[in-house]
């Protein structure tokens, strides 16, 4: 797979599981700590990989 | 561009029909890669049921083996699982013996099938009980090529003991096909204790299948010959599910969701106790009754509902007032204008969102 398609891949998969802690927290979506840390950890990884992409394309 | 859907995200979502069949993020992901047609035939093998890439061979001898079968093959769902033994078993005009609470589908596959269809009756309200032992009587009263039960049914989410009708059935050697739409895939099925022939199996209701429709049917080998028979013409095209089935995402979606299905079905009594729960909060209020069995044993529930029947006879939204309060608490699942009675689902919620849901309850009965 190449780079990029890869990159795009990631990012979605990040997202999906951003879904998910919406999903988990449903209807008041309050977060605890370790679900706010992994949202913070996720949108850095999606920051990192379509900024590399920008870069690849 | 479809309005984006949000029930899962924004709602505790209710609908019987779909709290089994909501995805986890892996299966998410894993179906994105192959939502273009026919993805899943890229290293065709001649039929779906024998792709090794993605392994469809392997999860399918895994469920085999997990549900306590010799043999499993996709279809594009329950009913047509169901179908395919009926058309494949029977001849024009036989009968079958079919439980009282089944589901339309499994009318329908008989009516299609050309065959007779005669019944086990439930003992009526309030609990709708299929009682194992009638399947006897009925037997020597009909003489049915074969006999089907609805293991649980969507309208009460009844349990029948399939081991009994099992026993019943090998006793009076009549084929004996269980339709486990609403049990396999949220509860353990071994049938190698139940002996049932034939396994119909609902993935995008109880085994956290998305990305399109998918059943399974799980035989017996002895049933071999006839029910996955091939055609004359092309040897390895099942005749019955017209050579390949579920030729989609959905295949994909539960080869991502078989593991998390393994584990959670052993964690059915978290959910048991949770619906029970619910069911005594719910009917301690005066104008709330449950139908169906009861204790339940079931995450499917209806509730009769006279209190909330007679709160909308008096309020501006009419029928249209208990979907719309909680819709605003954010809760769906239940069809807009059903005061009278509803039913509902608990899987998959966590007994503080269903305290939540619970208080949701308490204060619409307050309107």
Redesign the interface.
């Known amino acids: 797979m190449k780079k990029e398609t890869q990159l795009v ?1 990631d990012s ?2 990040s997202i ?2 951003i ?2 802690l ?2 988990d927290t ?3 979506h309050k977060l605890s700590k370790e679900q706010k840390e992994l949202l913070k950890k996720k949108v850095e990884l999606i920051k990192k990989d379509c900024d590399e992409l920008v870069k690849l394309l | 561009m479809t309005e984006t859907r949000c029930f ?6 209710i609908n019987p029909l779909q709290t089994g069949g ?1 995805t ?2 892996d299966t ?2 894993s179906i ?2 192959y939502i273009d047609g026919y993805s899943v035939c890229d290293f065709c093998a001649g039929s779906l049921h024998k792709i090794k890439k993605p392994d469809f061979e392997k999860l399918l001898n895994e469920i085999s083996q997990f549900l306590g079968c010799d043999e499993t093959i996709f279809t594009n769902g329950c009913r047509e699982a169901k179908f395919a033994v009926l058309n494949s078993l029977c001849e024009k005009g036989d009968t079958v013996l079919i439980d009282e609470n089944r589901h339309y589908s499994t009318d329908v596959a008989a009516e299609l099938a050309g065959v007779k269809k005669e019944y086990v009756k439930n003992n009526g309200a309030p609990t709708f009980h299929i009682n194992p032992e009638d399947y006897r009587k009925r037997i020597d009263e009909t003489k049915p090529k074969l006999v089907i039960l609805t293991h649980v049914d969507g309208n009460y989410g009844n349990i029948v003991d399939a081991e009994k009708v099992g026993k019943i059935c090998r006793e009076k050697n009549v084929p004996f096909l269980l339709n486990t739409a609403y049990s396999s895939g949220r509860m353990v099925i071994d049938n190698k204790k139940i002996g049932a022939d034939f396994i119909a199996c609902s993935c995008h209701k109880s085994w956290g299948v998305g990305g399109g429709t998918l059943g399974l049917l799980a035989i017996n080998k002895k049933f071999d010959d006839k029910v996955f028979k091939t055609s004359v013409d092309y040897k390895k095209k099942i005749l019955q599910i017209l050579g390949c089935s579920a030729r989609g995402s959905s295949t994909i979606a539960l080869l991502n969701s078989f593991p998390s299905v393994r584990e959670r079905v052993k964690k059915w009594n978290v959910e048991v106790d949770n619906a029970k729960w619910f069911i005594d909060n719910m009917i301690s209020n005066e104008g709330i009754q449950l139908l169906g069995d009861y204790p339940h044993m079931h995450d499917v529930m209806h509730f009769e509902t006279p209190k909330f029947d007679e709160i909308a006879n008096k309020h501006k939204d009419k029928g249209y007032f208990l979907h719309k309060f909680l819709d605003k ?3 769906t699942g239940i069809i807009p204008g059903r005061t009278k009675s509803f039913k509902m689902s608990t899987y998959g919620y966590s007994r503080k ?1 269903l305290e ?1 849901l619970y208080e949701s309850f308490l204060e619409a009965l307050k309107l």
């Not at chain 2, 899962?8 to 979502?13: H, L, Q, S, T």
Request: hydrophobic share 20%; charged share 45%.
């Open positions: 891949y979605l998969f999906e599981d879904r998910q919406l999903r449903v209807p008041e | 899962e995200e924004d709602y505790i979502n909501k986890n993020s998410r992901k994105d890669s608490k954010g809760i969102q939540y």
